[in-house]
């Protein structure tokens, strides 16, 4: 941070007010000993000491929201401390920039297909639905298993295999595993 000025704290904002609540006092304390002696005194200095009680308030507290307005103003200028959506966007505009330049034509243009806004919305919904990392798992595991299962079984007793059983039993592996996902998370509320 190139200003080195300290940041004010909640404490000094107690400090000040209580600083002006004691100066108030005093004032009014003071006031009220102008009244005393102003009965004595009479009427005109009753006015008087009442004018200069005012006036000495008046001054007290155009003091104070100075520094309130001063310190409100170093506030302002704190650095943000979370940076908004636009922030964002920017950031990752000025990175696709800078890394595009160094990619050549072909590469540019595969970089702008698949980062297209449309593209990238929907490949974050197919990850976050269906190709979940744990149903990709699942499936694949399945898949080795049955199919190994029944390319072992079939070359046994002579019989040739379709093709579909890798593809099949990757759905059924994959659905368990949705069950099984779903029971966790969403019943369980285990991540």
């Keep these: 941070m ?30 009220e ?19 200069e009680a005012l006036e000495a308030t008046a001054q007290a507290e155009k003091e104070q929201p100075h520094k309130a307005d001063h310190e409100t103003t170093r506030l302002e200028q704190a650095p943000k401390l979370r940076p908004t959506k636009r ?9 696709m920039h ?8 072909p590469s540019k243009a595969f970089s702008s297909v698949i980062h ?9 919904v197919i990850g976050s639905t269906v190709a979940r990392p744990n149903l990709i798992i699942a499936g694949s595991i399945s898949a080795f298993i049955v199919t190994l299962g029944l390319y072992l079984v079939t070359k046994h007793y ?9 593809i099949g039993s990757f759905i ?8 099984i996902e779903y029971v966790r998370v969403g019943l369980l509320g285990r991540r």
């Design 2 to 31: 190139a200003n080195n000025e300290k940041l004010p704290y909640r404490g000094e904002q107690e400090f000040n007010q209580a600083e002006l609540e004691a100066t108030r006092a005093e004032k009014a304390a003071e006031l």
């Design 33 to 51: 000993r102008s009244f005393e002696a102003a009965g004595e005194r009479g009427k005109e200095s009753l006015e008087t000491a009442r004018a």
């Design 87 to 95: 922030d964002k966007q920017n950031a990752y505009d000025k990175t």
């Design 98 to 105: 800078e890394v595009r330049s160094e990619l050549s034509a």
């Design 116 to 124: 297209n806004d449309v593209i990238e919305k929907a490949s974050d």
């Design 158 to 166: 002579g019989y040739p295999l379709s093709g579909f059983e890798t």
């Design 172 to 179: 059924a592996g994959w659905s368990i595993g949705a069950v």
